[in-house]
């Protein structure tokens, strides 16, 4: 291709900005400083972020050694935005050298590796731990602070009241030991680490807790026991040479503290443009405002570019992101006149963005979730006429917004098949996405969608293609599940085994949910009681014995090699989970063929799940995987987030789901009406928050916890509803489930309040 002249270059950068819309075009207009960006759904940012991003490079003439960094939160988002700025830059004949695409996370590991003797690490010495290695770390920082600390290890034991009693005691310690103190430590080392805070920081804060009333008893000092938990997890990871996420982040920083360093990266670095900034957590925020400054001036303005949308954040129940930040920053820039709200969206037809616009302002008005309001105050709105988008705001499909309250659940499903049904035939192109709240109503619906009998439609015979995510999802689990049962079969007397195992019996609904602690607590008694024992013998409790002394008879008649599909066919596995499970069989026993024994497959195991180096065999086509037209995929609603559809079916919206409430499990309510894990999250984030200084005591930081959850609830039921396109169908059965692990078992169900509210807006 012949480089575009001075004068083409005009005219091209002309024709990119004129493709924009307002909200776009302010965008592509930034020439220095901070500038927020507050995006709604469908508003096109990552198309207005490129071409901001490649107008910037034209007009600085950037170059390798003087670069635009763009940061994405995810690797596929990265490969999005690096293709279409490199489109606009080879219209416009530039380098493709003049910027870097990259995760927050790589660009901070690229930083930090670049001087190890700053950043104190180096690949060559450092490994990133797997999930299942941090879990593995977890445990024994669990154990190893249980005995520095038995006088608040015993008082946890206590909790609200104790009798004494062995069996109880035994109970309650089985539950700290591998559920309360494991959430704790897990919540408190995330949220704290990418808060800034350091375990002795941690401890300080411990201080500063702030009692507005009594505490029913229960004084536990959360915060300090959260404190040494995180001091042993990091002196675990030191020890064994080992890194997580934050550690990069962290590394970075350190080299960038070094003057040297910090003008180098800052000289190399034109701007920062960072997009899905809602997700950010304080520790990446402080990374990429550093990274944007004058190196010449630190006082000076960073060139930071922060592109987001704050009512689409739903990730704090994954990570330790939170809308505030954002909010705090786009309040900050507006101050200045530095926020653009991207508000004109092309996705969806306009009565669907009017429904999403009325569910938002119903929330803040109604605060729902205490004073705090859930969602910034930005509606979204039609383009014009004129739009570039070709196919902006489609006609609706029917009256583009449908509300039913079908008399059970399994009506609901007929009701969406029927639906499915009609609209196919009269269009096969049509995109349809059913979307769940949790896995356990993907299960539910994906068994009824594949038995014609019950939902009266025969999908494969009418043609239409079923894709079910969480069924792919559940491919992964495989060596998980595989290890979690052999490890059992191996050592049956250990309580953590057996309830390892137990907990695998319970996801793959082989057996009820149970309190699994009472079971595994005595695993001798329980596998095979004797008559004086007295294990629990509860229809649940005797299914589950029948399934783990099942898998021990196994151990005594097959080898190593056919345990796997010994396994797969108890676990209930499908065609392609079986297939997944023969494939690792096979890479076992390769390994193990000079020691072909049970404890030698286990370590196999350990390394493949530790290294995450083992892919499930997936029988789907990858291309345009969950949103290809005449097509149906059933997916939850938080990995729906970045898609849309034709039409979308949002069942079960019932008030024990959207909003819901925090759940304290019965085993743990020995310790009160609450969990620990939450109540730390609470207090840190009190602190990140810039409060007072002032620490919520346990009590009213439940009470935090709840509203967070309830926001973060309502923002969910935004981003699912915003993922139509033409036709947006919700409904709310008269009666569901009481839990979601048995269907079957129905009773009366409330619809989401909001749900509600929309019913008397449709029907006006």
Not at 50 to 75: D, G, P, S, W, Y
Not at 472 to 489: G, K, W, Y
Not at 566 to 595: C, H, M, P
């Amino acid at each position: 291709m012949v480089a575009a002249t001075p004068v083409d270059r005009e005219t091209v950068l002309t024709e990119i900005r004129a493709g924009l819309r307002r909200g776009q075009q302010e965008l592509a207009d930034w020439a220095g400083g901070r500038l927020a960006v507050s995006a709604v759904p469908g508003s096109g940012k990552s198309t207005g972020m490129a071409a901001a991003a490649a107008i910037a490079i034209a007009r600085h003439q950037l170059h390798l050694n003087r670069q635009l960094v763009l940061v994405t939160f995810t690797r596929s988002a990265a490969a999005n935005l690096k293709a279409k700025v490199r489109g606009h830059l080879k219209a416009l004949g530039l380098p493709q050298t003049s910027f870097t695409v990259s995760t927050l996370h790589g660009l901070a590991l690229a930083i930090a590796t670049r001087n190890p003797e700053l950043s104190n690490l180096s690949l060559d010495t450092l490994t990133l731990v797997s999930p299942a290695q941090n879990n593995r770390i977890l445990r024994a920082c669990v154990e190893q602070w249980i005995v520095a600390n038995p006088d608040r290890y015993y008082r946890l034991v206590d909790g609200r009241q104790f009798d004494g009693e062995e069996t109880e005691q035994l109970r309650r310690q089985s539950v700290l030991r591998t559920e309360v103190l494991p959430s704790l430590a897990h919540t408190v080392i995330r949220e704290a680490k990418s808060s800034g805070l350091m375990p002795g920081e941690l401890l300080d804060l411990a201080q500063n807790v702030h009692y507005t009333r009594p505490t029913d008893g229960a004084d536990y000092d959360v915060l300090t026991i959260a404190a040494g938990l995180y001091d042993r997890y990091q002196t675990l990871l030191q020890q064994r040479g080992w890194i997580d996420y934050d550690d990069m982040i962290l590394g970075a920083l350190r080299t960038l503290d070094d003057p040297d360093s910090r003008r180098f990266w800052q000289g190399r670095t034109f701007a920062v443009f960072e997009d899905e900034a809602q997700d950010s957590s304080p520790l990446q925020s402080r990374l990429l405002t550093l990274l944007a400054g004058d190196p010449e001036d630190p006082m000076a303005e960073p060139n930071l570019v922060r592109v987001g949308d704050p009512n689409q954040a739903i990730n704090s129940t994954f990570t330790p992101a939170d809308p505030v930040f954002f909010n705090q920053f786009c309040d900050a820039c507006r101050t200045e006149n530095r926020l653009v709200t991207m508000d004109q969206a092309g996705r969806s037809s306009g009565v669907i963005m009017a429904a999403a616009n009325r569910m938002l302002a119903w929330v803040n008005q109604a605060q729902v979730a205490g004073p705090e309001t859930p969602f910034r105050d930005q509606a979204i709105a039609p383009v014009p006429p004129d739009d570039p988008q070709p196919g902006a705001n489609p006609d609706p499909l029917g009256a583009g917004v449908e509300i039913l309250s079908p008399p059970t659940t399994l009506d609901a499903v007929r009701l969406i098949v029927q639906r499915v049904r009609d609209l196919f035939t009269e269009n096969p192109d049509t995109s349809f996405a059913i979307l769940v709240r949790e896995g356990r109503q993907g299960r539910y619906v994906g068994d009824l969608l594949r038995d014609p009998e019950q939902v009266g439609v025969d999908l494969a015979v009418l043609g239409l293609k079923f894709y079910d995510v969480g069924e792919q999802d559940r491919q992964t689990r495989v060596p998980e599940d595989m290890l979690a049962l052999l490890q059992f079969i191996e050592r049956p007397h250990s309580a953590d085994r057996l309830k390892g195992a137990l907990r695998v019996l319970v996801d793959r609904q082989r057996i009820p949910t149970q309190d699994l602690n009472a079971l595994a607590q005595a695993p001798e008694q329980f596998l095979y009681p004797g008559p004086l024992d007295a294990p629990p013998d509860t229809e649940a409790a005797r299914a589950a014995r029948r399934y783990c002394t099942g898998l021990l008879r196994s151990r005594l008649e097959l080898p190593p090699y056919s345990l796997f599909s010994f396994i797969g066919l108890t676990l209930g596995y499908n065609q392609s989970e079986l297939a997944t499970a023969d494939k690792l069989a096979a890479r076992v026993s390769q390994q193990i063929r000079s020691e072909n024994t049970l404890p030698a497959a286990i370590a196999v195991l350990q390394d493949i799940v530790g290294s995450e180096r083992f892919t499930a065999v997936d029988t789907e086509d990858t291309d345009d995987l969950y949103t290809r037209p005449g097509q149906l995929t059933l997916i939850t609603m938080h990995k729906a987030k970045g898609l849309d559809w034709d039409v979308v079916f949002l069942p079960f919206l019932h008030d024990k789901t959207i909003p819901g409430t925090l759940w304290v499990p019965p085993q743990g309510e020995f310790l009160g009406d609450f969990t620990l894990a939450e109540v730390a999250r609470a207090q840190i984030r009190a602190h990140a928050h810039g409060a007072d200084g002032a620490i919520p005591d346990i009590l009213s930081a439940w009470e935090q916890a709840k509203r967070l959850k309830t926001a973060e609830e309502y923002r969910l039921l935004y981003v699912a509803m915003t993922r139509a396109k033409r036709l947006l169908w919700m409904s709310a059965a008269q009666q569901a489930p009481f839990t979601w692990s048995k269907p079957e078992n129905v009773q009366a169900a409330s619809p989401c309040p909001a749900v509600a509210v929309l019913g008397e807006w449709v029907g006006r």
